[in-house]
């Protein structure tokens, strides 16, 4: 052995005894790989730890005073639910949750055949009368009674009730005193029963004003078997009030009733009526058993002044030439004296 190997053995007591010119052995290739595993391992770690020393900060917090905060519902956790099924929901289905809740909450406590304020239109879809909103089915509605506006209307519904409703601990005024007495005293009326033997005859005439030259009519109508003690009475009535025919605003109705005949009426024009007492008035024979009734039109305007103009000195109705004065073929002929 030579005097550099000896040195070299000497410098390194720990490796095997072998030949330095030889090639290293299998200990020696279990040992590099173990050193590289570990250096690649701790090459990584600074790595990550250096990304993570640099990485940017998260955004900060929501303002607590901020409105439009995000409400995050975490259906992951649920009862029932299946694990890592579902990440955090957003906030268009938070609401869309709570509105279940809510409508299954109402339908355990509101009837809707009861509820006073549930209406369906003729589109289908249902109205919140205290409210006037509109939904397009019964979950919606329900939802919307559970609402901050309906529970705040409703409290204001109930609060005006209480004002309006009479105490009836409160002493009873003089007017309601009287009003309560006259109550007392009267009789109770009863409808009668009354058998209908037919319409009665009748005749119509129509007439004018020679003075006022206002259009009117004459009614005459018989009722020889009329009940005892009974008159007849009439009233003008609209069109809109009946409905038997069609209504229609350039129309309404004299109606006459007396019993036990069939209530007859009129279909006139839907003109204002002058209700003077020389001009509007009824008559009801005894004897003749005849009933008159007399009515006029007021005068249209356009009528009015029309008549007024012909009445007026040198007026020629139109398309006739009026005669001037002043034209001496026009003049009229001088008769020598």
């Known amino acids: 052995m030579r005097a550099c190997d000896q040195h070299l053995l000497a410098f390194h007591p720990s490796k095997d005894q072998h030949d330095i010119n030889t090639g290293p052995t299998d200990s020696n290739k279990e040992q590099y790989h173990e050193d590289s595993f570990f250096n690649r391992t701790r090459k990584r770690q600074k790595v990550s730890s250096f990304v993570t020393n640099n990485r940017a900060s998260p955004p900060p917090p929501h303002n607590r005073h901020n409105k439009t905060k995000d409400i995050m519902a975490d259906r992951q956790n649920r009862v029932g639910s299946k694990i890592g099924g579902a990440g955090v929901a957003g906030a268009s289905e938070s609401n869309v949750d709570r509105r279940e809740r809510l409508r299954k909450l109402a339908l355990e406590t509101i009837d809707l055949a009861k509820d006073p ?3 369906r239109n003729h589109l289908g879809s249902y109205e919140c009368k205290l409210c006037l909103t509109l939904h ?13 506006k309906h529970q705040t209307n409703l409290g204001r519904r109930a609060a005006k ?3 309006e409703k009479p105490d009836p601990l409160a002493p009873l005024t003089a007017a309601q005193q009287q009003a309560l007495k006259s109550t007392s005293t009267t009789q109770p009326t009863f409808k ?8 009665p005859g ?3 005439t129509k007439i004018r004003d020679p003075t006022s030259r206002q259009v009117g009519l004459l009614f005459e109508i018989a009722y020889p078997e009329i009940g005892q003690g009974i008159e007849p009475r009439y009233r003008f009535m609209s069109a809109y009030e009946q409905q038997i025919q069609a209504p229609n605003k350039a129309h309404q109705y004299l109606v006459i009733a007396a019993e036990p005949y069939e209530t007859i009426s009129f279909k006139v024009q839907s003109r204002d009526i002058d209700r003077a007492e020389e001009k509007l008035w009824s008559h009801w024979d005894v004897d003749q058993k005849m009933y008159t009734m007399q009515f006029f039109f007021k005068n249209d305007q356009r009528l009015l002044s029309s008549s007024r103009m012909e009445s007026a000195p040198g007026y020629s109705a139109p398309g006739t030439q009026m005669a001037n004065p002043l034209n001496p073929f026009h003049a009229p002929m001088r008769t020598a004296a």
């Not at 019964?138 to 609402?147: K, P």
């Not at 009668?192 to 319409?199: D, F, H, M, T, V």
């Open 192 to 199: 009668r029963n009354i058998i209908k033997i037919g319409l």
């Open 202 to 204: 009748y005749k119509v």
């Open 117 to 119: 304020y549930f209406m």
């Open 161 to 163: 009730d209480a004002m």
């Open 136 to 148: 397009t089915n019964e979950g919606s509605y329900l939802a919307h009674t559970q609402g901050k």
